[in-house]
Structure formats: C-alpha cells, structure tokens
C-alpha cells in the first residue's frame, strides 16, 4: 500500500524531508527555526525566485508514457534557480523552498523530490548551498516554489544592460536539448525505443546541466552582459537586446551546427532541429557578450555579434535578416501564452 501525503502531519512529513535536504558552508541556522540565517560577508545578497506548477511545467504523466519523479522536479527546481543566480556572476548561498502538496501524493515521490534537490546541488557544483528551510501546504495540484540567495564574492554583477555594439555574443551549456526532450515526452516513442541522441535529449529536459562555473568565470573575463537562457535563445536574446539598448546579430552557421547536433532526435520526430535551438527554453545556459578583444572563458562559443538599434531594426537578426525569415515561428516559452 502506497504511503501517501495525508496520512502524516506535517511535521512528521517534515521529518522525512529535512534528514534529505543539503547543508552547504553558508547557512548559519538552517531548518528548523522560525527562519534561517545565511551568512553574507560581500555584503549583498543576490536573490532569485521560481515555481513549477503541475500541468503547465511538468506533467506526472506524459504521452509517451514517461512518469515524472519527485527527483526529477526537484532536480529541476534546483537547476532553474542556480542559474539565475549564475547568470549575475555570482554562486548561490541558500535555498528555501515552498510545497504546495494534494494530500493522494505519495510520500515517496515528496522523499524524491528532496532527494533530487539535493543532488542537483551537489552534482552541478553548489556545494555551498544549503537547503535552509521552507514551507508546506495543501492545494489540489503540485506546486514547487524556490527561492535561492547568491553572493558576488566581491565581483560587479553582470546585468542584462552592459551590451554595446562590437561586442561579442557567445552562449556556455546547452542549447535545444531540452526542447527536443520535452517534443520526445510529449510523442507517443516509448522511452525503452530511445536511441543514444533522443535519451540524453529526454535526460537533460527532466534534468537540466546549467553550467554553473560558468557565470563566476565570465564576470572574471569581463563579461558586460549576461542572462540565463530559460525562454529560449530568440526571446532571452530579444530581453538582452532591450536592457541594452542594443541588437544581437546571430551566426547562422553556428546555429545551424549545433542544431547538427540535434539531428537524430529530428528524425525520430520529424522535426526542425533549428527551432529547438532558436526557440526552446530550459537548457538553463548562459547568454553573454564580452569585449571584442577578450578571450572567451572556457565553454564559451561565439554565436554572433552586438549591433546598433536602429529604427525598425529587429532587436536579433540572424546573419543580418530577421530571424522570422529564417525560421518561421520561433518565438520561445511564455507562461500565458500556452
């Protein structure tokens, strides 16, 4: 008989998840308390926040008969919110985080969800970070909030606004993988038929690698911008492009490589590679730009160049053209617009 969520009070599911949870370096008084207490010697606190809700982020059960696992959304959960701190140049410190809960949820799945969380933590390199408390409710759906704080270590942060024309655009990570893997799980290809291509597609989509060194490295390189790739290349470059006054011109030749890349979980689907790179989201890679004369950290590849805004111009162009006739549609993820 499966144990489920209603069965246990709250501070008896409690027990079971903070024994889960990782303590990093930075947390002074971690779970338990009415709060938590994080230790901030640069003085500033980076802060970000983010929620998965069921059905519009995460289904538990998709198409293709894939069963999300509490690991994989707390694996997610944790990603998504490193990489917004990594994107501002700065490491992550503490995450706090709220369950909304049905009461037929497995107790196992929510034991996973810990679990994933912390392993995200360890494995993508945050080992400073401590799960340092949260919160528990009931509702009639899944929802995960996370928030995370982060310290610049004595760096300037690296804001979306530092662009200027000559500078070049480059990306660290990964880029239409999880696209292609979310396009696998809403097919009716049973993952047992996966191929080498269309299972890491699927594993990086239920479990994003944000580059996590990656963000220090280029405020360090002098980075003058920089955003995590979450809504996919188009849109997060148009965003950059605004903050800065500026336009993205992109590398067609470039694109088009790493969409190769892509090219046997296109055949299985019967699908453009090209708009998973243009247009899909949570890869949780870093757009930056950088000076025209500094050398790239490593990871680094150069897709394209920081233009003039002009009038009527496109905020991103590829290969000088509007994107929309190289690629018809690709536009990226908005929450209100699915």
Known sequence: MTLTVAQ???????QRIFPRLHAGTSTLLGPGDDSAIIA?????????????????DFRLAWPNGYATTGYDVGWKAAAQNL?????????????????????TTPVAWVEGLADGLSAAIVALGARQCSVAGGDLSGGSEIVVTAAVTGSLDGLDPVLRSGARPGDVAAVCGNLGWSAAGWALQESGIAPESYTAGPQKAADLFNRPQPPLAAGPAAARAGATAMMDISDGLLRD????????GSGLDLDGVVLANMAGQLAECALALGADPLRWVLSGGEDHGLLSTFPANAALPHGFVGIGSVVSAGAGQP????????????VDGAVGWDHFAV
């Open 315 to 326: 905020a991103v162009s590829i290969d000088g053209r509007n994107f929309k006739s190289v």
């Open 40 to 56: 901030a010697p640069d003085g500033r606190t980076v802060i970000s926040i983010d929620t998965q809700v069921q059905d519009r």
């Open 237 to 244: 470059a148009g965003r950059l492009a605004a903050a800065s």
């Open 83 to 103: 990489s917004d701190i990594n994107a501002m140049g700065a490491v992550a410190t503490a995450m706090v985080v709220s369950l909304t809960l049905p009461g």
């Open 8 to 14: 246990l009070s709250e501070s008896e599911l409690l």
